[in-house]
């Protein structure tokens, strides 16, 4: 039984110990919250203009809030790289203000590519609305300082 539970401690500390060190080598993430490899960002919002300054682009209100972004490869790729974009782009945002420092706000947000016909493409889900003149909104649902919950969109279907 003690050499059993001496495995697992190690194989845990191994875990632990190796996995950081795997997504450096993979790129990781820079000193803003960006992990480009893993399309991911994680971090103070302060870092999602790329300038740490206790702004995010010139307002302090949510620098200190907590944002957690996702983004599929085919919005990576028209997005960064110059491919056609696809009804298989998508990105989502959670956003948590929740913090002592915080804003108050909490959002989470789910936006699709529909192409510039918007309400006329076939990828539009009815309950969502437009962004970006190309994009829809999804699903848009989290806490407003005074309101409480709130759903802003509500497709259906409003899963990626």
Known sequence: MMRKMNLCVMLLLVSVLTLPSVAVAAGGFDQYGYNYQARVF????????????????????????????????AWDDARFHGAAWTPDAWVTNEWNGMAQDGSGWTEHVKVIWVGPDLETSPYWRLGGYAIWSEFEVIMDQGMEPGTGHVFWAHAVPNGL
């Open 42 to 73: 994680v971090g103070k919002a302060d870092g999602v203009d790329r300038n740490l300054d206790g702004t995010v682009w010139g307002d302090p209100t949510y620098a200190s809030d907590h944002l957690v972004m996702k983004w599929s490869k």
